[in-house]
């Protein structure tokens, strides 16, 4: 299905329903068709991951951002991320003027759990941002239990983790509110994009408000009752994301199809572990990605210049964010690099194998035998 030479990391599968739907959105949606679409893909979105409500948004960090305003958390107070994650899930914790604090992994699931986060609380913590790291769920209920006992708020990031679950909660299902990525590498894109949603109908309507410059829902005379922001999603690429939501099941299997092919080919290779899939749980396995023993030797980066000698695309899995120089100097993140020995073992070795969309087994086969040749493990 590729033709490029190159086998790339990540890309979407787009099909002709999504260009029909943004070709009625580019005649349509204005005048009194105006939002049409944005009401719809909000609506089916929120009745896929199973919750009351769904804002459509520029962006997952605008939701994020949004999650922890109506959560009334701001200066003074400190928020829990995951240390292992994309910069994204924390950011907005700066936004707000909040505290980062930055919990380790437990390698069972490559995300934070009950007791990495028990270990750095803290009278001021107020919000536990809990990461589906590549699909993979952590221990949510746990964090749920954990938040209600001691009065936190927790807020799922769920960009990675569409068609992920916990029996038959999905993702996206957890916690205060959770957010969702429709970047172009995700599993359900619209180009750039993202969506928060909740069941809190006061959480809703706060959200509402601050992500269009402090309007009530409904204004019609540009009356702001405060300063707020300006986080809304076109009808456009609605219809882009509803073409694609109605396909969520196609693009979901594709995603298990894609980790099932490596699986077959890569379990048996000593020191290799693939996505965790704890039981009871569904990965959404966003990104097919190999954790190597450091004692092969293997780096990540050194491993993906390997294999992009092979014409393979590789990402390194993403490096503790107490390791980056967006926070060099803060107290917690120097702390944080010494506490987070798991996060510390598993990020040097970790990269994301190619996990576009519309990869085949023939692909996926290649790209396993040149990693075994790579790491001279014989087929
Ligand atoms: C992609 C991603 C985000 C950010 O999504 P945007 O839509 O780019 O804001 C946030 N968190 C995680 C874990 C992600 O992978």
Known sequence: ??????????????????????????????????????????????????????????????GLHLALLAAGVGPGDEVVVPDATWIASAAPVSYVGATTTFADMDPATWCISPSTVERVLSSRTRAVIAVDLYGSMPDLEGLEELCRDRDLVLIEDAA??????????????????????????????????????????????????????????????????????KYK???????????????????????????????????????????????????GYWMVTVVLDGRLGWGKEQLRAALAREQIDSRPFFSPLSSLCAYAGSPSAIEAADRNVESYRVCPYGVNLPSALRLDEGTVDHVCRTLRRILEVPA
């Open 1 to 62: 299905m590729i033709e490029a030479s190159r086998v790339p990391v990540a890309g979407p599968w787009v099909t002709d329903l999504e260009v029909e739907y943004v070709a009625d959105a580019a005649r349509n949606a204005w005048y009194e068709g105006a939002g049409n679409w944005v009401e719809r893909f909000e609506r089916s979105f929120a009745q896929a991951v199973g919750r009351s409500h769904a804002i459509s948004l520029p962006s997952c960090t605008s």
């Open 160 to 229: 990675e983790a569409i068609g992920g679950a916990i029996g038959d909660r999905r993702a996206g299902a957890f916690g205060s509110a959770s957010a969702f990525s429709f970047h172009g590498s995700k599993t359900l894109t619209t180009g750039e994009g993202g969506m928060v949603v909740t069941d809190d109908a006061r959480l809703h309507d706060r959200m509402r408000i601050l992500r269009d410059h402090g309007r009530a829902v409904g204004d019609t005379t540009f009356s702001n009752d405060e300063v707020g922001y």
């Open 233 to 283: 999603m076109s009808d456009l690429q609605a219809a882009f994301g509803t073409a694609q939501l109605e396909r969520l099941d196609e693009l979901i299997e594709r995603r298990q199809a894609l980790f099932q092919w490596y699986e077959a080919r890569l379990h048996d290779v000593p020191g290799l572990t693939l996505n965790p899939q704890p039981p009871g749980t569904t990965s």
